[in-house]
């Protein structure tokens, strides 16, 4: 069974640069898409970085790109996401989720970790 283990959330001062990590110890990384997610309080979850294993294509929402680095190591089996320059905006619960199709990952991938939460103070 596949299961997500997402790390390194927690209360960060604006401007800030925490880096979380999703550590996915039961999949072969091959062509499997990792990616992160977020939901602020009230609103739905929203996709925020995506990475394809095999060739490291990456996308990004728009409201993170240039901020935010979406990176995987093969060998840990673990996918991080570089935050900087973090506003009050970026306040979330973050998910990491797997999808071995071979697509990205969508809302109905079927691997999803249980979420970290970052709360940027402002």
């Known amino acids: 069974d596949v299961q997500l283990?997402?790390?390194g959330g927690g209360l960060v001062?604006?401007?800030?640069?925490?880096r979380l990590s999703c550590a996915v110890p039961g999949l072969t990384f091959g062509n499997s898409a990792i990616a992160w997610f977020?939901?602020?309080?009230?609103?739905e979850?929203?996709?925020?970085?995506?990475?394809?294993?095999?060739?490291?294509?990456?996308v990004y929402s728009d409201s993170v790109k240039g901020r935010f680095t979406i990176a995987?190591?093969?060998?840990?089996?673990?996918?991080?996401l570089q935050m900087n320059s973090l506003k009050s905006e970026d306040t979330a619960v973050y998910y990491?989720?797997?999808?071995?199709?071979?697509?990205y990952v969508v809302l109905s991938s079927p691997y999803w970790g249980q979420g970290t939460l970052v709360t940027v103070s402002s």
């Not at 995987?72 to 991080?80: E, G, I, L, Q, R």
């Open 45 to 58: 979850r929203e996709g925020v970085a995506c990475i394809v294993s095999d060739n490291d294509d990456t």
């Open 72 to 80: 995987s190591d093969n060998a840990k089996n673990t996918v991080y």
């Open 13 to 18: 001062q604006a401007g800030g640069s925490p």
């Open 96 to 103: 990491c989720a797997a999808d071995p199709s071979g697509g």
């Open 38 to 43: 977020r939901q602020a309080p009230g609103k």
């Open 5 to 7: 283990q997402a790390s």
